[in-house]
């Protein structure tokens, strides 16, 4: 698995450093100096939210840092989909009322 950071989409290491006494924390990018995913640490209620305003930072999270998605392909699906039919629908919501 490729790690990635989220800001700049550079490879990194790792994304999580242990400390002392079982204690975690975000590593930092070697090339950016940010956290390298600080989705680690969100809930999926953020993540969908990050997805729907269409922030690249989650894609970078979703397709290299997830360890969890199974079918990338059916998520790409999905996810385009559903953008067609939002687009779809902001288009013609007034044609409704004229």
């Known amino acids: 698995?490729?790690?990635?950071?989220?800001?700049?989409?550079?490879?990194?290491?790792?994304?999580?450093?242990k400390l002392q006494h079982d204690n975690y924390a975000l590593a930092k990018c070697g090339s950016c100096g940010k956290d390298s995913d600080k989705y680690v640490e969100?809930?999926?209620?953020?993540?969908?939210?990050?997805?729907?305003?269409?922030?690249?930072?989650?894609?970078?999270?979703?397709?290299?840092?997830?360890?969890?998605?199974?079918?990338?392909l059916s998520w790409c699906l999905a996810l385009t989909m559903f953008y067609l039919i939002l687009l779809n629908w902001h288009e013609n919501r007034y044609e409704i009322y004229d």
């Open 42 to 72: 969100y809930e999926r209620n953020l993540k969908v939210l990050n997805v729907i305003l269409c922030c690249i930072q989650i894609y970078r999270h979703i397709f290299y840092n997830h360890v969890q998605v199974k079918n990338r």
């Open 1 to 17: 698995m490729v790690n990635v950071c989220v800001e700049c989409g550079q490879r990194v290491d790792i994304l999580i450093k």
